[in-house]
């Protein structure tokens, strides 16, 4: 059974109870939130018990008080900037989001589209969002924001951006990612506040980098290998330290931006602001939840190492430069990591190495996946004619915790075929083998009537938190079975063949 180091139930209510007695002060709290609302596996990753919906919970359980404004940059919407965890851009993100919080009872004010200056494709997905019932405001650039205090603070500044109303204490202010302009809309927000006669505060909810842990922590530097894009980097918070003589973390964004922020709420209040330091600024309180240091910090390691891959895979295909990739390496020196401390790394190459050597494809990719069981057995699957390697994972993996031998099918090789059939003769598709989501889908048919096949598919939950590691880089659809499946897997920075679409 995984280790936890992480209490989910003590975290929500110290989490909770803290951000009440913030809202307490004030006839409304604008509460920034960074990270991911829904399904922050991340955390996850680096909390082992940590729930990856707790933040969500958390503000079902302040529903009553609670309503939600997401941001959206609209240079985003035209990029079609894409969220690795569900492979989907940030415009399709806030429609899921939407449907989110809706499940969880929460009220969605409006979707506030920031830096807006007419963009084309931005302009379409408002019309969608409007014409589904959906409130838009429309933020547009403000010239030298932040530096220039008295402008952004001023009719040409905050002045001519729409206020959004609100109805409830506490504003939720989220985005699908960093750069959505969340602060400069909460900070919009408390100019038309105090133009109306209203107190109001802004506090931001950031759960990494853990303010009271220390810099080097695996937690934090796991952080650092998390944005490492964004080329955030930890550091102490002097200005917590030169008021209260005391050693907290905070990353270089938020030390950075600090004073012209405190400037700017000082100029909108017209009075010194209660906060000294970014840390002050924060109400996050993750590390409190912490219950076993040790497990936190292999794990978190762990995540550095599945960060590394990821960034060498950006790398590859072209997403990021060559100085991220570095620091991401430098990352992994100075903690002492190797690619080979994740324990599927080695076996795959292994088993791809001695594929190559009893078919002389010296310099062929081949591609082999290595899944460890919750139990630390590691399940090798490779590629063939028939099916990827995936696929041939997970089925093997399957097998062998329902404890199926070798020599039996889960899956007739006539059904496999037929679909092979479809797939090349009547969809006139290039790519031969069965993916892992074809499989599946035989293996869920074919449990209906075949007792072995419905043994294997009901072992298909225990795959939730057991990693892998594929050779070759994954395709789209592969990927993301494996991470619907609960499955982290990492890729070396290697494509499965010459071919530039059809892999």
């Not at 920031?114 to 589904?132: H, V």
């Not at 072992?459 to 982290?488: F, P």
């Amino acid at each position: 059974m995984k280790k936890l180091g992480f209490d989910p139930e003590k975290y929500i209510e110290e989490q909770s109870k803290y951000i009440l007695e913030r809202v307490n002060h004030y006839d409304k709290l604008y509460l920034e939130f960074g990270g991911k609302l829904i399904g922050d596996k991340h955390a996850k990753r680096v909390l082992p018990g940590f729930d990856e919906d707790a933040k969500i919970k958390l503000l079902h359980h302040l529903k009553d008080q609670t309503e939600i404004i997401i941001c959206m940059y609209a240079g985003d919407i035209e990029r079609n900037k894409i969220r690795g965890d569900y492979g989907i851009t940030y415009d399709m993100d806030i429609l899921r989001l939407i449907d989110d919080l809706k499940e969880y009872e929460l009220a969605v004010n409006s979707v506030v589209i920031t830096r807006y200056s007419g963009q084309p494709a931005t302009k379409l997905f408002i019309n969608k969002l409007e014409r589904r019932g959906i409130k838009v405001y429309k933020h547009s650039s403000i010239e030298e924001y932040p530096s220039n205090v008295d402008k952004i603070v001023s009719d040409e500044g905050f002045g001519k951006n729409d206020y959004v109303e609100t109805t409830k204490p506490i504003v939720v202010v989220t985005a699908p990612g960093a750069g959505s302009g969340k602060l400069a809309t909460c900070l919009n927000q408390l100019y038309h506040e105090s133009r109306l006669g209203r107190k109001a505060d802004y506090s931001k909810f950031e759960t990494f980098p853990v303010w009271n842990l220390p810099l080097k922590h695996p937690v934090n530097v796991a952080y650092e290998a998390a944005t490492v894009d964004l080329k955030d980097i930890n550091m102490i918070d002097s200005f917590h330290y030169e008021k209260y003589n005391e050693v907290v973390v905070n990353y270089n964004r938020d030390l950075e931006t600090f004073p012209v922020i405190k400037r700017i709420i000082e100029k909108i209040t017209g009075k010194e602001s209660v906060f000294q330091s970014p840390t002050d600024m924060g109400v996050n309180r993750v590390g409190f939840g912490i219950t076993d240091d040790e497990v936190v910090q292999e794990a978190s390691k762990q995540e550095i190492i599945r960060r590394y891959f990821a960034t060498a895979n950006d790398f590859k295909k072209g997403i990021v430069d060559e100085e991220v990739l570095q620091r991401s390496k430098l990352i992994m020196e100075e903690m002492l990591l190797r690619q080979a401390d994740r324990s599927p790394v080695m076996p795959a190459r292994e088993y791809a190495d001695k594929l190559k050597m009893a078919t002389s494809l010296d310099d062929t990719p081949v591609a082999v996946i290595a899944l460890e069981l919750p139990d630390g057995q590691i399940i090798t699957g490779r590629s063939s004619k028939l099916m990827d390697s995936c696929s041939a994972a997970l089925l093997n993996s399957l097998k062998t915790l329902a404890n199926i031998t070798d020599d039996i099918l889960l899956l007739s090789p006539v059904i496999l075929e037929t679909i092979q059939g479809l797939k090349t003769n009547d969809l006139n598709s290039k790519i031969t083998a069965l993916n892992a989501n074809e499989v599946l889908i035989a293996l869920a048919i074919s449990a209906v009537t075949n007792p072995t096949a419905q043994a294997a598919y009901d072992k298909l939950n225990e795959l939730v938190g057991c990693q892998a590691h594929s050779t070759v880089m994954l395709n789209k659809d592969d990927g993301q079975i494996l991470r619907d499946l609960g499955i982290d897997v990492t890729c070396d920075p290697v494509y499965p063949s010459e071919n530039l679409y059809y892999v």
